[in-house]
């Protein structure tokens, strides 16, 4: 059987080009990108070539770009970076209910060792207002961190204007941009964000890399510590396989971003046309499909009510399909996603909720595949779920 991958907001393949680009330095040239010879040389010039080309795809300057482990290091090391550097001007952190748990947790952490944080109400569709954000801020401030886009359900935040609300307050202001990076065109200073985290694996680059932008001038604390890597700011031997990668593979995303995006939002538009068309009691959740300034090209959020999200990915799996039930980081805890929640599903719905990321690689007769499985498989859980009469209104929601 065929497996069809449709959880591309979990991780993407490695692309070919990425993989070509990595491979002699797991082989012929594998120093340490520290050490002062010839092989410390070869690793140091790739590295110094990939920080280069990184900070031209996003706008900033090579010393602007610090590597980390990934996206979770990034947003760890923004938030508390940020908040053990400017303890003594200010306790307070405002983010949103929305965040991945990378930024929801080390808020929660930050909360026990004596920070207030706020977290910010969305509207229906995921959004933060502005407005919102002005009434939050105080004079013990230091920091706001909003999401770029949204994991779950495709949300493009403003980011320039909630940034400038922020700096019109003179506080600083950090976007996880880990799933708007390869998928939306940006640049940092265009954006005027303090901080920026990116992660490798979500542009079909590399997993276990990342980077944190952070704008010069600015001084955080130092999170992982011990060499002298990263000029100083983060220890640990650099992982120059995995950067040379992730350059490689943020460059062909964003040499190909509108036509990619073009064909994944072509093929995400046709699986959502369809199963709106076949299945009723659904929420289509975030903005709508073909609103593409707002949401990301990729996705697809479907809660479908009287059944459980789990049963339904089982069932999808075991016919080759393979997505998510809410985010791949929540998932297999019985919490109900924290997004759903924020923009209004009702407890009960948010369980029945399926993610479906489309790629690049992913082809229409696929979706036409999915789109079958689909609309069988939830027919075939309703007909055994005691909540189910199909008698009952119908609230098809169709975008
Ligand atoms: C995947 C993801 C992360 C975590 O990145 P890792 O590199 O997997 O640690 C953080 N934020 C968002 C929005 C993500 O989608």
Request: include cysteine.
């Amino acid at each position: 059987m065929e497996r069809i991958y449709l959880d591309h907001a979990a991780t993407t393949p490695l692309s070919k080009e990425a993989f070509d680009a990595m491979y002699p330095y797991f082989s012929d040239q594998f120093g340490n990108a520290n050490s002062q010879h010839g092989f410390g040389r070869d690793g140091a010039g790739a590295v110094l070539e990939a920080r280069q080309s990184i900070a031209k795809s996003l706008g900033a300057k090579p010393n602007e770009i610090y590597f980390t482990s990934g996206g979770t290091e990034a947003d760890n090391w923004a938030l508390k970076g940020t908040a053990f550097a400017l303890k003594d001007k200010g306790n307070h952190i405002v983010t949103t209910r929305i965040e991945h748990s990378a930024i929801y947790a080390t808020c929660k952490q930050l909360e026990k060792f004596g920070f207030e944080v706020t977290y910010l109400d969305v509207d229906s569709e995921g959004f933060v207002s502005a407005e919102s954000l002005e009434n939050a801020i105080k004079d013990s401030t230091i920091l706001v961190s909003i999401m770029y886009a949204n994991n779950e359900i495709g949300t493009i935040e403003p980011i320039k204007e909630l940034c400038e609300v922020a700096h019109k307050h003179k506080v600083l202001f950090h976007t996880d941009a880990v799933q708007a990076t390869g998928a939306v065109r940006y640049d940092v200073k265009d954006l005027g964000v303090d901080m920026l985290s990116f992660s490798g694996h979500k542009f079909y680059g590399p997993k276990g890399i990342g980077g944190l932008y952070i704008r010069s001038g600015l001084k955080i604390e130092k999170l992982i510590i011990g060499g002298e890597q990263e000029r100083t700011n983060r220890g640990g031997t650099t992982n120059v396989p995995a950067v040379v990668g992730m350059a490689k593979a943020l460059e062909v995303a964003l040499e190909n971003l509108e036509r990619n995006n073009e064909y994944v939002a072509s093929l995400r538009n046709r699986f959502v046309e369809k199963i709106c068309e076949q299945v009723d009691e659904i929420y289509f959740n975030g903005p709508k499909a073909k609103d593409y300034d707002k949401r990301l090209p990729n996705n697809a959020s479907f809660s479908f009510r009287y059944i459980e999200g789990e049963s339904i990915l089982y069932s999808l799996d075991l016919a080759g399909v393979c997505a998510s039930s809410g985010s791949a980081c929540s998932s297999g805890s019985l919490e109900p996603s924290r997004t759903l929640l924020a923009i209004g599903v009702p407890v009960g719905t948010a369980h029945g909720t399926i993610r479906f990321s489309f790629g690049k690689s992913n082809t229409v007769e696929q979706v036409d595949y999915a789109v079958e499985q689909v609309v069988s498989i939830v027919a075939r859980l309703r007909a055994m779920s005691p909540l189910y009469h199909p008698t009952a209104s119908t609230i098809k929601t169709v975008k």
